[in-house]
């Protein structure tokens, strides 16, 4: 069992940064494969970034790429999407999840999600 809590979210300019951390509860957090998925207004959940069980691993969707980047602390049982150049189409609820598989794209594959935390990106 996982549990996930998102944090870092808020609201900023188009053009800047911020960093999201997941921070997840039990000893098993390096055994997990990692992922970032959004929510914008009134859309279906969406692929953002998914990182593997040592960090070596990583994708990126093509709408991000170039300016998000997904890491893990396993140390501190902690995942980070760090958002540069934010665009007010980054607009969305953003959501952590981790699944005992390898990376993976699909919502349906992920077994364990936070709360989300809200971005908000000014024009």
């Known amino acids: 069992q996982v549990q996930l809590e998102e944090s870092g979210g808020g609201l900023v300019q188009a053009g800047g940064s911020l960093r999201l951390s997941c921070a997840a509860s039990?000893?098993?957090?390096?055994?997990?494969?990692m992922a970032w998925f959004r929510q914008p207004p009134g859309q279906e959940r969406e692929f953002v970034a998914t990182?593997?069980?040592?960090?070596?691993?990583?994708d990126i969707a093509d709408s991000v790429k170039g300016r998000f980047t997904i890491s893990r602390d396993n140390a501190k049982n902690t995942v980070y999407l760090q958002m540069n150049g934010l665009k007010p189409e980054d607009t969305a609820v953003y959501y952590c999840?981790?699944?005992?598989?390898?990376?993976?794209?699909?919502?349906?594959?992920?077994?364990?999600w936070g709360q989300g935390t809200q971005v908000t990106v000014s024009s």
């Open positions: 990182i593997n069980w040592s960090g070596l691993l990583k």
């Open positions: 039990g000893r098993t957090f390096s055994r997990y494969a």
């Open positions: 999840a981790a699944t005992s598989w390898s990376i993976r794209y699909n919502v349906r594959e992920y077994d364990y």
